[in-house]
């Protein structure tokens, strides 16, 4: 049975009581010590956890080499963080001869690895402070609403989907162009109130003045069912972040239950934009789609590294946890191949054959894992462009005021396919059709272009013509995210040791 966690906060000096150090003659560092500032303990730690639980354990190298009380930083977290993106960097993939973690452009940062101050967690329990909305740019004067959530300052206000930015803060004629412009959006995006004006698909314009705060996010933004005709009954989903299961599973539920009562043939599930979030939420999800047929057969596998895996994990005994019969530590969990498989457990009485994934660069990890679960147990066809690629996931490591996400499994479907790390190619590398993102309508209008060719496919067998997106100034769609990205990863729940 799987325990969910409870992570009590650890005091940085006593994961380090077993931990000793001595200085060569040049006076460096040969190993970690309960000596130094609290941030020189902190940089031990990330290194001790990274060196011990991370999947790419064997290429970091050791303390003596990395010094880690050498990285520095202008704060405190950006100094462990510049830490943590050099710890990800050692591994190489032979695939592409880069780091797994590897991102071009980057300087640096990690792709899957971070550490903060709890933020993550906050979200992912279905807890947002912001003004519940996110920008794509389509073109350098094109800006567009990518999606709201309902119940925020956004959401209240009547912003919706595919609403172009004409004006922030009385600043208009914007164009990314500029790094004057770009950044003033950025700042804006960070600052409250935010005033803008904006203009609908059918051109009419209106203003709103929005001010941040609290909200519970719904991840669900929408569900309905599209009547074909001829038998033929479509549901569609847009789920946005995998949360928490007491924040998910129930907007789940009722949608499900609805596309039951409405006895759909066909399902698409919108994660253009799910970056992931916890694994007991994408196991829900793929049992409520998966056939029943499929009941209690293998889901996936989890994937520890060696040291893990054989039971030597000295450093995560400090990592405290708590589930029904009490409190241990992470060392006692069992991490082998065969105590972390995973079944499907038929979730509802939607019983289809086939189901659509609309997916962008910004479906990650849950969503990505949820996908790869049910590829060998039913149809599934992916439409949209590549994913981010993550076929590994976290558990959150506690550090003083810190929490350290760095990547320590990897999972593989019942057919032991994953390796995903350059992400799912619709009609590519996986089954489906490649079109560009439409973010000039809102979610659920049947001619939005990625939900289009799934309803012509479920109509007439085939998916239509391929989009491309142009903006009304007849430059090329460039799809940049503007402000903070979303997040990318799965948290896992995982077993005791017996």
Not at 100 to 105: I, K, Q
Not at 179 to 198: C, E, H, K, Q, R
Not at 257 to 275: C, E, H, Q
Not at 479 to 498: C, L, Q, T, V, Y
Request: glycine share 10%; aromatic share 12%; proline share 4%.
């Amino acid at each position: 049975m799987k325990r969910s966690f409870y992570f009590a906060v650890v005091l940085v000096a006593g994961v380090l009581t077993a931990c000793h150090h001595k200085k060569s003659d040049e006076g460096i560092l040969d190993g970690p010590t309960k000596e130094g500032t609290t941030l020189d303990l902190v940089r031990d730690s990330v290194y001790l956890y990274t060196k011990e639980a991370y999947y790419w354990a064997d290429a970091i190298p050791s303390y003596h080499d990395l010094q880690p009380r050498s990285i520095n930083g202008s704060s405190d977290l950006a100094a462990v963080g510049a830490e943590v993106n050099i710890l990800s960097q050692f591994k190489i993939n032979p695939q592409t001869g880069q780091p797994y973690e590897y991102v071009a452009n980057s300087g640096g940062q990690a792709k899957y690895s971070f550490i903060d101050n709890g933020q993550t967690s906050a979200a992912l329990g279905g807890n947002k402070a912001d003004f519940g909305f996110a920008l794509t740019a389509i073109s350098n004067t094109d800006i567009r609403v990518r999606y709201v959530y309902g119940g925020s300052a956004a959401g209240n206000n009547g912003v919706h989907r595919g609403d172009m930015l004409t004006t922030v803060n009385s600043r208009s004629n914007l164009d990314l162009s500029s790094n004057t412009d770009y950044n003033f959006i950025v700042n804006a995006l960070g600052t409250s109130p935010l005033s803008m004006t904006l203009k609908r698909p059918d051109n009419s314009t209106y203003s709103v003045t929005l001010n941040s705060g609290s909200y519970t996010v719904n991840p669900v933004l929408l569900y309905k069912t599209f009547d074909l005709g001829s038998g033929k009954k479509v549901g569609y989903i847009v789920f946005n972040t995998f949360t928490a299961p007491a924040n998910a599973t129930p907007k789940l539920d009722e949608a499900f239950a609805s596309f039951t009562s409405n006895g759909i043939t066909d399902l698409v599930v919108d994660l253009r934009y799910n970056g992931g979030g916890y694994v007991s939420t994408s196991e829900y999800l793929a049992n409520l789609i998966v056939p029943t047929a499929k009941n209690n057969t293998t889901m996936y596998n989890y994937y520890f590294n060696s040291t893990l895996q054989s039971g030597k994990a000295e450093v995560l005994k400090n990592q405290v946890a708590r589930d029904a019969n009490g409190l241990y530590n992470l060392a006692q969990v069992d991490y082998t191949v065969a105590g972390n498989a995973v079944n499907f457990s038929k979730k509802g009485s939607l019983n289809i054959g086939r189901v659509f994934f609309l997916v962008t660069g910004g479906t990650a990890s849950a969503s990505e894992l949820a996908i790869n679960n049910l590829i060998p147990a039913m149809d599934v066809k992916l439409i949209g462009t590549n994913t981010y690629g993550k076929p590994v996931g976290f558990f959150a490591i506690n550090i003083n005021a810190y929490q350290l996400y760095v990547p320590e499994f990897e999972t593989k479907n019942s057919a032991g396919q994953g390796g995903y790390f350059t992400g799912m190619n619709p009609g590519g590398n996986y089954p489906g059709f490649g079109s560009n993102d439409d973010l000039t309508k809102d979610f659920g209008d049947a001619t939005e272009g990625l939900l289009s060719h799934a309803l012509n496919y479920v109509k007439n067998g085939t998916y239509g013509t391929s989009l491309k997106i142009q903006s009304v100034d007849g430059q090329p769609a460039v799809s940049h995210n503007i402000g903070a990205e979303d997040f990318n990863g799965m948290i896992a729940n995982r077993r005791p040791r017996k």
